[in-house]
């Protein structure tokens, strides 16, 4: 009887005993950092790189200078937000790749020096695999994707279609073979004139315009591939062709414009959905990265989930673009399965699951 309730006791000692993980994220233009104490969200901090607006694309050069000066403001401005200090750390992860060399850099070298300053466990992280795993913060049991599911990445550099079968085990059986859908939005966006990044703009202005106005491609790809380049360079040159014609029309239009082409972009990934839930039987389907936010998006699998019973997971807005959050979420994973880095790891711009 003592026995049974020593071990009863042990356990919820355990249970209780805080794991505060530091998560890092500097793979692009963002630098954030996030506090995760086992897998409860306590902070979540990020600096967007504004600079980056006036050239209507991102930098490469600029954002790694621009994270070098951001890193520490943010990581500080995590551990107070969190109300912890630094000794109460249990580990750190960080973004390892895919992304942009010098952003990825910065992070690597920053989160290594302080793993090894505070001597506590390193963890490399795939931003791809840490933009679905952002399904696994704060929820209870009921509402996390159960394996397997259907992941589906939609962001500035990656379209992947996965099967996600555990934390880690992540098969892409669909991509682009071409543009990324993300980078599709921003650059249709900056054909019309407007800001980067032109994704969260063209589905602002779509909501009062016609979808139906003008109209597309959408390609012929095989299997569960997609393919973006064709649709965009259609879209520039019918601008072209238009603007010769009458100066004003992006203008006149614009409502119409974002409608139309937000509505050909979400057709090519939707289409693509709709096959691998039918190909693979599974029909949970959990979005991540950027373009989930994309109310066009989000609307196709609300349906989905009303008419055809699809179990559907969809990140709240603060996780749907690059965030710190999703890199200390698959830190606590790899850190209960201690799955820990090499202090000689390196930044790996094409890092691949
Ligand atoms: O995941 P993310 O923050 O960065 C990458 O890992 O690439 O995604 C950024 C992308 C940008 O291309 C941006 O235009 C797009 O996500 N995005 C959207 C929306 N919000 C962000 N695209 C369409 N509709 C949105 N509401
Ligand atoms: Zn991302």
């Given at each position: 009887m003592l026995i049974v309730y020593f071990c009863q006791v042990t356990i919820s000692f355990m249970k209780q005993k805080p794991c505060y993980i530091l998560g890092i994220e500097s793979s692009c233009d963002d630098t954030a950092a996030a506090i995760l104490n086992h897998n409860k969200v306590l902070s979540n901090c990020i600096s967007n790189q504004k600079i980056h607006m006036q050239y209507g694309g991102v930098v490469p050069e600029l954002a790694s200078r621009a994270h070098q000066l951001n890193i520490i403001p943010v990581v500080d401005q995590a551990l107070k937000k969190a109300n912890i200090t630094q000794n109460q750390l249990s580990a750190i992860a960080y973004?390892?790749?895919?992304?942009l060399l010098g952003s990825l850099l910065v992070g690597n070298s920053f989160a290594k020096s302080m793993a090894m300053g505070l001597n506590i466990p390193l963890i490399g992280v795939n931003h791809m695999q840490a933009h679905i795993l952002?399904?696994?913060?704060?929820?209870k049991k009921s509402l996390i994707p159960g394996f397997p599911f259907i992941g589906v990445n939609v962001s500035g550099g990656h379209t992947q279609i996965l099967i996600v079968r555990n934390y880690f085990d992540m098969e892409i059986i669909g991509t682009t073979i071409d543009d990324a859908i993300g980078e599709a939005f921003d650059k249709c966006g900056k054909k019309m004139?407007?800001?980067?990044?032109?994704g969260p703009i063209i589905d602002k202005l779509s909501k009062?315009?016609?979808?139906?106005k003008f109209l597309f491609p959408v390609p012929k790809v095989k299997g569960l591939d997609v393919s973006y380049s064709g649709c965009k360079t259609a879209f520039v040159n019918f601008i072209e062709k238009e603007k010769y014609k009458n100066s004003k029309f992006i203008n006149e239009n614009i409502n119409d414009l974002c409608s139309s082409i937000q509505s050909t972009l979400i057709k090519i990934i939707t289409q693509k959905i709709e096959m691998a839930v039918q190909k693979t039987g599974i029909n949970c389907v959990a979005i991540g990265g950027g373009?989930?936010?994309?109310s066009k998006i989000r609307d196709f699998l609300n349906e989905k989930r009303k008419i055809s019973g699809w179990k559907i997971h969809i990140p709240s807005i603060e996780y749907?673009?690059?965030?710190?959050a999703m890199i200390g979420i698959a830190g606590y994973y790899n850190w209960k399965n201690k799955n820990f880095s090499d202090f000689s790891s390196v930044a790996n711009s094409r890092m691949s699951f």
């Open positions: 973004t390892q790749g895919p992304g952002v399904h696994f913060i704060n929820e004139g407007l800001d980067y990044p032109s009062t315009g016609n979808p139906k373009v989930s936010a994309n749907t673009t690059d965030n710190a």
